[in-house]
Every structure is written in C-alpha cells, then in structure tokens.
C-alpha cells in the first residue's frame, strides 16, 4: 500500500538516502547542493514535494513549482522520480494525481514539464496521462565551453 504526503524538511533528513537514490535517476551530480535546494524550497514553502512511501520507504518523489507562463499560472513538475524497483506498480499515477487534486484546489489549471526527447518511458507515461505537447526547445550547440 502506497502511502502519498507533502514532504516536510524533517522528511527529508530523515530520507536522506532514498532521495539520493532518486536523484541518481535523475542524474543529478551534486547530491549535497540538491538536498539543501529541496530543503529551502520545502522550508519557504516555495514547491509542492510529494513523497510516495512503501512501508516507510520513500520509493517516489515529485517536486513542482507556481509559474506563470504564457500568460497562465501553472505549476512546472521540475523533478519526478520514482526508484527502478517500484516503477509500473502506479505510483507515478498516484503521485501526479495528487499534484492534480492540490491543483484545482489551487485554482490552477495547467501543469507542464519539460521531458528529454529520447525519454520513451517517461513520454508514454505523460501521453498516457493526458499530458499534451506544447512547445518544442531547440538549442544551437557553439562547441566548448
């Protein structure tokens, strides 16, 4: 049984380790920098981060934040996780409904996200949950830096 909850900072020190393992899926390099980013985002209140937990474990984690972009406020999924072992169990779909429901108590009416273009797992999965393109990045590489 999945249990899904707003992650406070006492979370967040106490998962310390699940949160690395899903920021590895994320490739995040600098985990220290990314554990204290989420704990002032979660602190000053300025993100919604749900966590999903199996008996205690921390197996899932979606951070979003208020935005306003074309002229609508939104809120941005910036990181979205959930570990290797605990995918296709519906866990994302629990945790995406939840950032819904806190949406419309909100009164906003568009989530978005930005998805890498050779990520087939993830593009299925928001196609299957009715996400919808909207733009497309495109960026002119100069060489090195």
Same mark, same amino acid.
């Given at each position: 049984?999945?249990?899904?909850?707003?992650?406070?900072?006492?979370?967040?020190?106490?998962?310390?380790?699940?949160?690395?393992?899903?920021? &590895?899926?994320? =490739?995040?390099?600098?985990?220290?920098?990314? $554990?204290? @980013? /989420?704990?002032?985002?979660?602190? %000053? *209140?300025?993100?919604?981060?749900?966590?999903?937990?199996?008996?205690?474990?921390?197996?899932?984690?979606?951070?979003?934040?208020?935005?306003?972009?074309?002229?609508?406020?939104?809120?941005?999924?910036?990181?979205?996780?959930?570990?290797? &072992?605990?995918? =296709?169990?519906?866990?994302?779909?629990?945790? $995406?409904? @939840? /950032?819904?429901?806190?949406?419309? %108590? *909100?009164?906003?009416?568009?989530?978005?996200?930005?998805?890498?273009?050779?990520?087939?797992?993830?593009?299925?999965?928001?196609?299957?949950?009715?996400?919808?393109?909207?733009?497309?990045?495109?960026?002119?590489?100069?060489?090195?830096?």
């Amino acid at each position: 049984m999945q249990k899904i909850k707003l992650l406070t900072e006492d979370d967040i020190k106490k998962n310390k380790n699940d949160l690395e393992e899903l920021f &590895k899926n994320l =490739n995040i390099l600098d985990m220290t920098e990314m $554990l204290k @980013k /989420l704990t002032l985002f979660v602190t %000053e *209140k300025m993100c919604i981060c749900l966590g999903a937990y199996e008996k205690n474990e921390l197996v899932g984690i979606l951070w979003a934040y208020k935005r306003e972009f074309s002229g609508e406020l939104r809120y941005h999924i910036n990181y979205f996780s959930i570990k290797n &072992k605990s995918q =296709n169990q519906g866990i994302g779909k629990k945790l $995406l409904e @939840k /950032l819904k429901d806190i949406a419309k %108590e *909100k009164k906003v009416r568009i989530i978005d996200l930005n998805v890498d273009v050779n990520n087939e797992q993830a593009k299925n999965f928001y196609k299957k949950n009715n996400f919808e393109e909207e733009k497309i990045l495109l960026y002119l590489n100069l060489g090195e830096k």
